[in-house]
């Protein structure tokens, strides 16, 4: 029975508790006893909080005894939800994967963590990822690894390593990721799930601990297309807390795919742009051969494809990694031992710091420093400056691309999840990120799902990038693949944990 409730989409969740057929507290309990069971070998939760879940399994079940329209129950009723450790959510501590956090209780909540509450999700704990975000395999927390569900000896992506591995996993169906270079979606490919990286400033930052602040962005990450356009119409909506914020109403993009693809079974008059500029030069031939098929999936379905050209992308690289160290440099300042953060026993102010900021990791520390020559005095202008006016200039390129075309489609990354330990060279680590950063740079909306595997099994990820606030198209096209490729999806084999 619980194997039956926690395979169930987070839509059929809701439907499964609105009609009676399961409680909150059934569905809730099903998915605390797997998570339990499994998270001590793949470390995708840092904390659960059962008592917390059960309680409001129990308080939505006595509103539906008492005979409460479902609908006013909420669009995420009943359904249990995985939330990143970098937002913040009262009755738990909130680290950001670091020491420099270990055993700070959170006060209040972060905004998508009220709103998706309001909706009747669950929380059901928090989890692990990259410290403070920084990272692609999930292997700077300091709370240990996360694995990838379909392999243990592999990454599961970063930073938002555990919720993709939650999700792929069923332990939870729908999770919060971040990301700030692709930590939704390079996660997402890796564990074969899908994540939308929404349009910045379409989800409110308040609450979630900061990594570089004109890159950060929250969506949802989720083993279906419909349940994560579901989650993001929830997340999403101003939020006078967040400046960056954009005041426009939420859409439904469930309704649109409705009155789109299901209504017609085609995709015609949709243009979809290639560009070789957005590639890599490591790409393995079976990740090619991947995106060729999916490109044929696309003509088929009667989508035409055209060329588009990304004449500053190759530099996107090294923009990113100059403005978002420099801004996690300004943003981490402020865990000096003195306000924020753990703080070390020391004789003298400058000693303070030392060991206090001790706490953080190689790769947090590597990234601070970074960040701070990149800012500091004769060296802003040759560095911070001219990859703010490159960034430009790749925004730019896409406004240009997207005069020919409504989306542009390229694998999300160059390989499928590589082993634990085998990119010691933070430069080599860093272009794991190579075809995901662009679109932070530019403010983008961007999304990975799931479109073939390699020889080892291991999924393949591909990322669709729409014009900014147009997730919708996204959601549409990525849906139309996702029924087109739904006889030859796969679960991971957990048999070895179960």
Known sequence: MQENITSKSAIELRESFIKGKLSAEEITKAFLERASRLNSELNAFISLCPDLAIQKAKILDQRFARGEDPQSLGKLAAVTIGVKDLNNMIGTETTAASNMLRGHKSVYNATIVNKVIAAGAIPLGKLNLDEFAMGSSNETSAFGVCKNPWDLSRVPGGSSGGSSAAVAAELVPIAFGTDTGGSIRQPAAYCGI?????????????????????????????????????LLEVMSGYDSKDSTSINLPNE???????????KTNSLKGLKIGISDDLSADNIDHEMRLALDKTIKT???????????????????????????????????????????GHREASPDLESL??????????EVQRRIMLGTY??????????YKKAQELRRLIANDFDAAFEKCDLILSLTTPSTAFKFGS????????LSDVLTVPVNLAGLPSMSLNAAYDKDGMPIGVQMIGRALEEKVLYNAAYALEESLVKEQRKPNLAALV
């Open 353 to 362: 710091y030392k060991n206090s900021r001790a706490k953080f990791g190689k």
């Open 298 to 340: 696309y003509t088929d379905l009667g989508a035409e494809i055209v060329t588009v050209k990304l004449p500053h992308i190759k530099a996107s690289l090294a923009c990113y990694y100059i403005i978002a160290p420099a801004e996690a440099s300004s943003n981490l300042s402020r865990y000096d031992g003195v306000r924020f």
């Open 374 to 383: 990149a800012l500091s005095s004769g060296y802003y202008d040759a560095y």
């Open 252 to 262: 439904d993009y469930l309704a649109y795919i409705k009155e789109n693809f299901e």
């Open 423 to 430: 990119k010691s060279d933070p430069l080599e680590m860093y």
């Open 194 to 230: 899908t994540g939308m990286k929404p349009t910045y400033g379409k989800v409110s930052r308040y609450g979630i601990i900061a990594f570089a602040s004109s890159l950060d962005q929250a969506g949802p990450m989720t083993k279906t297309v419909k349940d994560n356009a579901l």
